[in-house]
């Protein structure tokens, strides 16, 4: 259904143009024209006169923020057992609870409580995982469908290396479960759509990928999942895939790798090689860079900088559960941080990321996989968070980008006063 609302914000406006260039001006107007950014303008234009305009005060207005990786059936055991690596944790904590939602009841209660949060969170699209339990899943694109959220959300196909509560029984009963979930949704949400979910090799066999790029070509998914994320894992797919190259090519082999036809992300790329970036460059892959995951589950640190710096496609994601915060704001900051720590302890020659580019991977960067997203350029989707940082008093004064980086780092969603997406205000 077409937006054909025209509307106007006026605040402390700010925004990116590129990976190194933050807009901002104070005192001015955002337009949203059918659900579409017509531009920022210090005075309204003539043909805008008269419009529909909420003026927020000294109030900071940007793009809304994109998450690119999370799994929401974990939500409800964020921050539990942060002290295990990632492979233990999978065994120990998640994939327990993804059993649960075998359990349309248990997963109501869970889902609810997620999508209500995530409603109220600064994100305005996301790429999320559900489990492999279809009606669970539909059950999740319906809630999340209530939201006004934009967003990817996925069942999650693996049938190995799981426990036998979370594994399906093989290949062929994956992909049948996998259609049937397709048909089940088909033309029913405006807001959310499909994306073919392998949850990382590991857990996917040779013939269940097949079975998936049969599927892809079909349907014209995008696909998302995981890769290089952990020492043990990388080494693991080297074992159980010794006709690949590296990771990625595993998935490559079957055409679940970028490309134009199957936009693509994968999450966290700690430990790709330059041949695997290379080959994420040619095919467009999208990587969802989580770096509180990465430190909490003892991954290590992703070459963000390399990555801007080559030219890939990057954005951010909170990786719910091995993240423990939904907040976009949170990951920004942290992306800077441990960009730092990459810098002083691990390659000099990658100097650390600035706030700039940080928060461009977290609109643009992971919003593109949308299409026209995260940006007040005209042409781009209107989305947009207003933000009150009076909650952090400050006795001298500060420039747009200067607020908007420090509510960042002091506690930025605390500050969401208002959010729109696609021209639709959520509150």
């Given at each position: 259904?077409?937006?054909?609302?025209?509307?106007?914000?006026?605040?402390?406006?700010?925004?990116?143009?590129?990976?190194?260039?933050?807009?901002?001006?104070?005192?001015?107007?955002?337009?949203?024209?059918?659900?579409?950014?017509?531009?920022?303008?210090?005075?309204?234009?003539?043909?805008?006169?008269?419009?529909?305009?909420?003026?927020?005060?000294?109030?900071?207005?940007?793009?809304?923020?994109?998450?690119?990786?999370?799994?929401?059936?974990?939500?409800?055991?964020?921050?539990?057992?942060?002290?295990?690596?990632?492979?233990?944790?999978?065994?120990?904590?998640?994939?327990?609870?993804?059993?649960?939602?075998?359990?349309?009841?248990?997963?109501?209660?869970?889902?609810?409580?997620?999508?209500?949060?995530?409603?109220?969170?600064?994100?305005?699209?996301?790429?999320?995982?559900?489990?492999?339990?279809?009606?669970?899943?539909?059950?999740?694109?319906?809630?999340?469908?209530?939201?006004?959220?934009?967003?990817?959300?996925?069942?999650?196909?693996?049938?190995?290396?799981?426990?036998?509560?979370?594994?399906?029984?093989?290949?062929?009963?994956?992909?049948?479960?996998?259609?049937?979930?397709?048909?089940?949704?088909?033309?029913?949400?405006?807001?959310?759509?499909?994306?073919?979910?392998?949850?990382?090799?590991?857990?996917?066999?040779?013939?269940?990928?097949?079975?998936?790029?049969?599927?892809?070509?079909?349907?014209?998914?995008?696909?998302?999942?995981?890769?290089?994320?952990?020492?043990?894992?990388?080494?693991?797919?080297?074992?159980?895939?010794?006709?690949?190259?590296?990771?990625?090519?595993?998935?490559?082999?079957?055409?679940?790798?970028?490309?134009?036809?199957?936009?693509?992300?994968?999450?966290?790329?700690?430990?790709?090689?330059?041949?695997?970036?290379?080959?994420?460059?040619?095919?467009?892959?999208?990587v969802a860079h989580c770096p509180q995951s990465n430190m909490n589950l003892s991954s290590g640190i992703a070459p963000a900088r390399k990555f801007l710096d080559q030219g890939l496609h990057t954005g951010l994601g909170t990786d719910i559960a091995g993240?423990?915060?939904?907040?976009?704001?949170?990951?920004?900051?942290?992306?800077?941080?441990?960009?730092?720590?990459?810098?002083?302890?691990?390659?000099?020659?990658?100097?650390?990321?600035?706030?700039?580019?940080?928060?461009?991977?977290?609109?643009?960067?992971?919003?593109?996989?949308?299409?026209?997203?995260?940006?007040?350029?005209?042409?781009?989707?209107?989305?947009?968070?207003?933000?009150?940082?009076?909650?952090?008093?400050?006795?001298?004064?500060?420039?747009?980008?200067?607020?908007?980086?420090?509510?960042?780092?002091?506690?930025?969603?605390?500050?969401?006063?208002?959010?729109?997406?696609?021209?639709?205000?959520?509150?």
């Amino acid at each position: 259904m077409k937006n054909n609302s025209t509307f106007a914000l006026r605040g402390s406006i700010c925004y990116s143009l590129d990976a190194e260039t933050l807009a901002a001006e104070e005192h001015a107007y955002v337009v949203c024209e059918n659900g579409v950014c017509a531009g920022v303008f210090q005075e309204l234009p003539s043909r805008f006169q008269g419009i529909p305009c909420t003026d927020t005060g000294s109030s900071i207005i940007i793009p809304g923020l994109t998450d690119l990786h999370l799994h929401a059936p974990q939500y409800s055991l964020r921050g539990t057992k942060m002290d295990l690596e990632l492979l233990d944790w999978l065994n120990a904590v998640a994939f327990p609870e993804e059993t649960k939602y075998s359990d349309l009841t248990y997963a109501e209660q869970a889902y609810r409580i997620f999508t209500e949060d995530l409603k109220k969170s600064p994100t305005t699209r996301a790429c999320i995982f559900g489990t492999l339990h279809v009606k669970a899943t539909e059950l999740l694109m319906d809630l999340t469908e209530e939201t006004g959220i934009k967003a990817y959300i996925g069942k999650v196909n693996m049938d190995r290396n799981g426990p036998a509560e979370l594994q399906e029984a093989d290949a062929q009963a994956s992909s049948q479960a996998t259609v049937q979930w397709l048909t089940d949704i088909s033309g029913k949400y405006e807001n959310v759509k499909p994306i073919l979910t392998p949850r990382f090799i590991p857990s996917c066999s040779d013939e269940l990928m097949g079975e998936l790029s049969d599927i892809q070509k079909k349907y014209r998914l995008p696909v998302q999942s995981h890769l290089s994320e952990n020492p043990g894992e990388t080494l693991w797919v080297q074992e159980l895939c010794p006709d690949s190259s590296f990771y990625g090519d595993a998935y490559d082999r079957f055409g679940l790798f970028g490309g134009d036809s199957c936009p693509t992300i994968m999450a966290h790329c700690v430990y790709s090689s330059d041949r695997e970036i290379a080959l994420m460059k040619k095919r467009g892959v999208y990587v969802a860079h989580c770096p509180q995951s990465n430190m909490n589950l003892s991954s290590g640190i992703a070459p963000a900088r390399k990555f801007l710096d080559q030219g890939l496609h990057t954005g951010l994601g909170t990786d719910i559960a091995g993240g423990h915060t939904l907040s976009m704001f949170r990951a920004i900051a942290d992306a800077v941080q441990v960009s730092k720590l990459h810098w002083r302890l691990m390659e000099e020659s990658q100097k650390a990321l600035t706030f700039a580019e940080a928060f461009y991977m977290a609109t643009i960067g992971g919003g593109s996989f949308f299409g026209k997203a995260g940006s007040f350029l005209p042409g781009y989707e209107f989305d947009a968070l207003i933000l009150d940082d009076s909650l952090f008093p400050h006795p001298q004064p500060l420039s747009v980008p200067e607020r908007l980086e420090r509510l960042t780092y002091l506690g930025g969603d605390q500050c969401v006063t208002g959010k729109y997406v696609s021209g639709r205000k959520i509150f």
